[in-house]
């Protein structure tokens, strides 16, 4: 069959011619195939006009004529077919120029809150991802900072003075007092408790090995109750707030030695009670700009910290790291108010006043 | 797109897109509203819109604004929905205009739809199909429909002045 139909390969058709020499009956009975032949028949359906649709205009289809010629949806032909049907209905016609009416026209109506609607250009400098990279290198030049800046904790001095008193378990601050003072208020012998290392009482809340700072002791004017060539203290002119005490880990304490205790106390005090009544973040800027920007420590206020520090804790970071000499001032009013801010270095100087 | 062309876009397009929808709601700042949220819909998506796209956008935004604002006025005011077919004879008409959207009112809210973008706007068939959603010959019904309706309305006020 593939032979007949043309689609045997030259091939198989060899192979098939030599097998057809050696069988001639069947050579016989492939010539009998070969005689059937069916030509195709040329007839035509004669009635096609009959299945097409002309375009009509009628009275059924007017409405939707009137709409599609609206909407332009006929072609010219069609078109010019429905206007000459149109022409012979004048009833229609009116008709058709209500069809026109329905066709809405455009009223001119402004919105007047565009500017509402309008958006400013984002600069495409500072995209939230440079602002992270800011973010980051400011923070690494904190880091830095507070790593050259802040010194490390050290032997102090309160720490040497408390290593001379020794030996005891009780601070005596004997009363001796001149007429005069006894005359203004009574003596008193104060007794501050000593836990011994060990003892059950002992504070568990320790701070920094032997300098155990229980209480507070805190006094007024010690240079006025001082009495050095007595060895004593004036108790009068000391006010100890029991609820403050702290008591310092002491292993022996002659009674010499007192003195040297309580100006080490003071000393201690002096220097702690800057920090008293300051919170977390009030401490955290107070030393930032101690020690960092080097400020005068009685005239920071804990409560300003603003972007200039951390510019100025960046600039004397570089400064120290790379050896420049930038310099970045402000100047302040007599209220403390930042009014100017200045930016010295080799190669440009600015000069900035704060707007108010 | 860029805030240049987004803003160009608020020129061009904010009028027809406002009067689209006021003429549908007829109620100022519920079509202010729509708008507001148009635009602020396509400020969001402005990265992923092309500008010669943002017309079509902005229209099929506000169309969908729009009906789900009807949705839910008409869930609030089912009950008191007034018949303003019932009165609309013994009213005094200025000019076609305000009798053509007397009519216009009282159209389905998908065939005043599609009516409106076609006529205000010029749109084919197949921008309205894709601003509204609807399949092509859907709009072409509701335009048919529709003008039917408004031919039928003027015929009936020809008839009584």
């Not at chain 1, 007595?230 to 100890?240: A, C, G, K, S, V």
Request: glycine fraction near 2%; proline fraction near 3%.
């Amino acid at each position: 069959m593939d032979y007949l139909d043309g689609i045997m390969s030259p091939d198989r058709v060899i192979k098939l011619m030599s097998f057809l020499k050696e069988n001639p009956d069947l050579k016989t009975e492939l010539e009998e195939f070969e005689e059937i032949n069916v030509d195709p028949d040329k007839k035509r359906f004669e009635s096609k006009r009959t299945l097409k649709k002309a375009f009509l205009v009628n009275d059924s289809n007017f409405d939707d004529l009137c709409i599609a010629s609206l909407e332009g949806d006929l072609t010219q032909e069609e078109a010019t077919l429905f206007q000459k049907w149109l022409q012979q209905k004048p009833l229609k016609v009116r008709e058709f120029e209500l069809y026109k009416k329905t066709r809405l026209i455009p009223e001119k109506i402004s919105f007047d809150f565009k500017s509402t609607l309008k958006r400013r250009p984002v600069s495409r400098i500072f995209t939230p991802k440079v602002w992270g990279y800011f973010s980051a290198a400011a923070s690494i030049i904190i880091l830095i900072a507070l790593y050259l800046f802040i010194s490390k904790p050290g032997v102090n001095e309160n720490t040497l003075i408390s290593e001379k008193i020794t030996d005891t378990t009780t601070i005596k601050i004997k009363s001796q007092t001149s007429p005069e003072s006894q005359a203004k208020t009574d003596t008193k012998e104060e007794i501050i408790p000593y836990n011994k290392p060990g003892d059950s009482k002992q504070p568990k809340n320790t701070a920094r090995g032997n300098a155990i700072v229980e209480k507070q002791v805190v006094v007024q004017d010690l240079s006025i109750g001082l009495d050095k060539s007595n060895h004593f203290i004036q108790p009068d002119t000391i006010e100890l707030t029991l609820n403050k005490i702290r008591r310092k880990e002491i292993n022996t304490l002659p009674e010499k030695s007192i003195i040297a205790a309580l100006v080490s106390i003071k000393d201690l005090e002096v220097v702690e009670n800057i920090n008293d009544n300051l919170d977390l973040s009030q401490m955290a800027v107070k030393t930032f700009k101690s020690e960092i920007l080097k400020e005068e420590k009685s005239k920071i206020n804990p409560d300003k910290f603003t972007l200039w520090d951390i510019a100025d804790a960046g600039i004397r970071g570089i400064n120290k790291i790379i050896g420049w000499e930038m310099e970045f001032n402000k100047e302040y009013d007599d209220e403390g108010e930042l009014i100017a801010l200045a930016f010295d270095s080799n190669a440009i100087s600015l000069y900035h006043t704060m707007n108010k | 797109m860029t805030t240049a062309e987004y803003n160009k876009c608020v020129d061009d397009f904010s009028d027809s897109v406002y009067r689209f929808i006021l003429k549908n709601l007829r109620d100022e700042d519920k079509a202010k509203d729509v708008v507001q949220d148009t635009f602020e819909k396509m400020w969001i998506k402005a990265e992923n819109i092309s500008y010669l796209k943002a017309k079509s956008y902005l229209f099929s935004a506000a169309y969908h604004t729009m009906i789900d604002m009807i949705r839910k006025d008409k869930r609030q005011t089912h009950f008191d929905k007034v018949n303003q077919e019932d009165h609309s004879h013994n009213e005094q008409y200025s000019d076609l205009n305000e009798i053509l959207h007397r009519a216009l009112d009282q159209l389905a809210e998908d065939q005043r739809s599609v009516i409106m973008l076609r006529d205000y706007e010029g749109y084919s068939y197949r921008e309205i199909s894709q601003i509204t959603g609807f399949s092509e010959s859907q709009v072409k019904v509701y335009i048919y429909r529709g003008r039917q309706h408004l031919k039928k309305y003027l015929g009936r006020i020809e008839a009584l002045v």
